[in-house]
């Protein structure tokens, strides 16, 4: 089981950059492949980003392409979501998500869908004024 934490949300300008964060309790984060989710006011939830549970792989949303960038540390048990050049319509409920993998596995895949996840956290607000 795994508990996650989003922060680093807030009201931002547009062009202006985030840095959201997502803190996991327990001590198997390694083994977590990890995405990105977000769902703004009247929408539906939607994919942003995603990273293998080894780090080298990462997948974005055509949108956001060039603009945000996931990253993680497992020492520390943390993803993140750098947002560089905020345009209004990235205003979100930003959400962290895991997927546990066998440590068999290579490491190297990355989740696009919702359903391929088992764990999520509550949300930070991000919010880029025009």
């Known amino acids: 089981q795994a508990q996650l934490v989003e922060s680093g949300g807030g009201l931002v300008q547009a062009g202006g950059s985030l840095r959201l964060s997502c803190a996991a309790s327990g001590r198997t984060f390694g083994s977590y492949a990890m995405g990105w989710f977000r769902q703004g006011p009247g929408k539906e939830r939607e994919f942003v980003a995603a990273i293998s549970r080894d780090g080298g792989s990462t997948h974005y949303v055509d949108s956001v392409k060039g603009r945000f960038t996931c990253s993680r540390d497992n020492a520390k048990n943390s993803v993140y979501l750098q947002m560089n050049s905020l345009k209004p319509e990235d205003t979100a409920v930003y959400y962290c998500?895991?997927?546990?993998?066998?440590?068999?596995?290579?490491?190297?895949?990355?989740?696009?869908?919702?359903?391929?996840?088992?764990?999520w956290g509550q949300g930070t607000q991000v919010t880029v004024s025009s």
């Open positions: 998500a895991a997927r546990p993998e066998p440590s068999r596995l290579s490491g190297s895949d990355y989740y696009t869908e919702n359903y391929e996840y088992d764990y």
